[in-house]
Nanobody, 125 residues
Framework: QVRLLESGGGLVEAGGSLRLSCAPSGGIFSRYAMGWFRQAPGKEREFVAAINRAGDSPYYADSVKGRFTVSRDNSKKMLYLQIDALKAGDTAIYYC??????????????????WGQGTQVTISS
């Protein structure tokens, strides 16, 4: 059983930056491909970013390219999401997720086997 714990969310002014972290417990972190999703009020959960097991292949939603950076440190068993130039539209609960099997579609939430509880990111204008 893998448990994921997100942290780093908060209330930030537009244009600011945040770094979200995801700490897994249980399992072998380096065996999981990882993803970040977000869900805004009244909207469906959407893909934000993903990264392969080795950490050398990141993937991004078009809406966040150039502002979001996903990374992982397998030695520290940590996943990160650096968010820069925050916009009001980034307000959401951000979730990290772990996939046991290699991706066929990293954008699809059903590809992921474990999910964290989420961390709230709120952008003030």
């Amino acid at each position: 059983q893998v448990r994921l714990l997100e942290s780093g969310g908060g209330l930030v002014e537009a244009g600011g930056s945040l770094r979200l972290s995801c700490a897994p417990s249980g399992g072998i972190f380096s065996r999981y491909a990882m993803g970040w999703f977000r869900q805004a009020p009244g909207k469906e959960r959407e893909f934000v970013a993903a990264i392969n097991r080795a950490g050398d292949s990141p993937y991004y939603a078009d809406s966040v390219k150039g502002r979001f950076t996903v990374s992982r440190d397998n030695s520290k068993k940590m996943l990160y999401l650096q968010i820069d130039a925050l916009k009001a539209g980034d307000t959401a609960i951000y979730y990290c997720a772990a996939a046991l099997k290699p991706y066929t579609n990293y954008r699809d939430p059903s590809e992921y086997d474990y999910w964290g509880q989420g961390t709230q990111v709120t952008i003030s204008s």
